[in-house]
């Protein structure tokens, strides 16, 4: 799969034109999943320039982390190819970025591995420090691939919805249906720092649903979908790899559990995708014959 990447450089004297590469960021906007790592001792940096100018750098990247965490969250930073490159057009001082370039890799943390053996010395040993997690972002993009491998047509998935019940709003990442919905599905991952946000973003998501299970509902927009009690629902998780984040799933998975929500790890995903095959089968609607994008 396609990545881009650009590499931080230290640049304490910009005049000379002398550097260290520092660190790296590297992402796809088909996958909507991003990364950064720096390298783990920044000794050569030390070596390089004075400590001001190397305070400069330690904000910009703690600036940059920050903000692909909110984007991991989904809270409205933007992250995007079209930004990295404003990233190195913009940035010309202490801190530089190299020009974006693509390289095939199954995932960010991949692509920055590769980078990382290529461009970085790291006199740690350790590869880097990096955020390896998986975004929800990168989770819709494989959800999506997988409706489409089961050849479940555009036409009757409703991507990135708002659903309404009793006069309260909850996003659902895909609704499934011909005017009905027959299989609601939304992802979380439990792999990303900020889990307070996330076991309460999960506790207002259940407490939405767990009327529209009950009393039914309908998406919000045109071309409304009709959502009926007991309609099946799915989410698709990326597992804890860290004892809080695993505190934070159990939380959650009491959540999903009492509304009878199907959990699925990410490595299962093409089950929902199969499950919507056989609810549209269900409903009478001719999957073999649905065509794909």
Not at 32 to 48: E, K, M, T, V, Y
Not at 124 to 147: C, D, M, N, V
């Amino acid at each position: 799969m396609r990545y881009v990447y650009s590499v931080v450089r230290y640049v304490p004297n910009p005049a000379s034109g002398e550097f260290v590469n520092i660190g790296a960021i590297a992402g796809s906007d088909e996958t909507g999943d991003w990364s950064l790592r720096q390298a783990g001792n920044p000794r050569r940096a030390r070596l390089f320039g004075p400590l001001e100018s190397l305070n400069a750098v330690d904000a910009f990247m703690n600036d940059i982390g920050s903000r692909l965490d909110r984007f991991a969250l989904m809270q409205g930073a933007e992250v995007s190819e079209a930004w990295l490159t404003d990233l190195h057009r913009r940035h010309r001082n202490v801190v530089q970025l190299s020009a974006p370039a693509p390289v095939i890799a199954e995932s960010a943390e991949e692509a920055l591995g590769f980078v990382f053996s290529q461009a970085i010395t790291d006199d740690a040993g350790s590869g880097g420090i990096s955020r390896p997690y998986a975004t929800r972002l990168r989770l819709f993009s494989e959800l999506k691939s997988s409706y489409r491998r089961a050849s479940i047509g555009p036409m009757l998935i409703r991507e990135k919805a708002s659903v309404l019940a009793d006069g309260l709003l909850a996003p659902m990442d895909f609704v499934v249906g011909n005017g009905v919905a027959v299989q609601l599905a939304h992802t979380w991952s439990f792999q990303i720092q900020a889990l307070g946000e996330v076991a309460r973003d999960v506790k207002s998501w259940g407490f939405t649903l767990e009327r529209l299970l009950r009393h039914g509902g309908s998406t919000v927009g045109e071309r409304a979908v009709e959502i009926r009690p007991g309609t099946s629902v799915e989410v698709v998780y990326a597992p804890p790899l860290t004892e809080p984040q695993g505190k934070a799933f159990e939380e959650a998975k009491l959540v999903f559990d009492d509304l009878g929500v199907t959990a699925v790890p990410q490595a299962e995903i093409a089950r929902v995708a199969d499950q919507a095959r056989q609810e549209l089968r269900r409903a009478g609607i001719a999957v073999d014959l649905i065509g794909s994008e």
